[in-house]
């Protein structure tokens, strides 16, 4: 019985493991856990047939990270340079009295922001999807790594 008990235990956690958010269509680690102002996060997507993408954004900080929120553009171009789609995007990290919302785990603090629900692209082509930091200061310091992810 203790034998069957490991052994369902074993594969729900690995179903539980499984990853759910889907595919990093933009990822950047930054080892020095800073990211200047005009290093743009790019990657060229290619696009064979109609598709649809839930984007969220997925971040992880340190406790120097010294900003209440933090303010970022996502991208999207053509294959000819022509804006597909851009937005602006402000997420709050902090509460006004500026503790974290949310825990410290592994000495980072880590969250998941919407994006973009439903984003179609009909036309199959190349797009280069693009992040950029609007934060004042630069280097923004005390990020470790930032993602777009399409959720499955």
Known sequence: MRKY??????????????NKKG??????????????????????I????????????????DPTYPYDCISLVFSIFDSNENPFRTKGYRFYVKEKDGSWKSTLTDGLYHFTFPINNELSINEPGSYNFQLESRMPITPV????????????
């Not at 008990?5 to 499984?18: A, D």
């Not at 990822?27 to 990657?43: L, M, Q, V």
């Not at 470790?144 to 399409?150: D, L, Y």
């Open 5 to 18: 008990l490991l052994i369902i235990g074993v594969i729900l956690m690995g179903l539980s493991s499984c």
């Open 23 to 44: 595919d990093a269509l933009l990822s950047r680690t930054f080892p020095t856990a800073s990211w200047e102002r005009f290093d743009f996060i790019k990657e060229d």
């Open 46 to 61: 290619q696009i064979k047939k109609p598709v649809t993408y839930n984007l969220i954004l997925d971040v992880t900080f």
């Open 141 to 152: 310091i005390g990020i470790h790594s930032i993602k777009v992810i399409n959720v499955k």
